[in-house]
Nanobody, 125 residues
């Protein structure tokens, strides 16, 4: 069974940092693009960042550019999201996702193949 398991969420003060991890199991995701999404209470899920299978291409939402960095360790089947200079508006449940196409992650989230269960990130002011 394919699983994406997120970890690393928590409570942090504004200006602080957190690193989220997403470990994939059940199959190898080394040829899959992977990404992060988030959903705040009362809001729609939104794209945060994506990385190509080779790790050479990344995409970010404008709201996190310069503050968040996505990376992956293909040998460990794990993707990371380093979040710096956190703001209260970053508070959300963060979800990991995997798909064969970076374009699907960035443009057609309803078609994404695999999703994690989410991890809560809360940024206090």
């Amino acid at each position: 069974q394919v699983q994406l398991v997120e970890s690393g969420g928590g409570l942090v003060q504004a200006g602080g940092s957190l690193r989220l991890s997403c470990a994939a199991s059940g199959r190898t995701f080394s040829t899959y693009a992977m990404g992060w999404f988030r959903q705040a209470p009362g809001k729609e899920r939104e794209f945060v960042a994506a990385i190509s299978w080779g790790g050479t291409r990344t995409r970010y939402a404008d709201s996190v550019k310069g503050r968040f960095t996505i990376s992956r360790d293909r040998a460990k089947n794990t993707v990371y999201l380093q979040m710096n200079s956190l703001k209260p508006e970053d508070t959300a449940v963060y979800y990991c996702a995997a798909d064969e196409s970076v374009a699907t992650l960035t443009e057609s989230s309803s078609r994404i193949t695999y999703w994690g269960q989410g991890t809560q990130v809360t940024v206090s002011s």
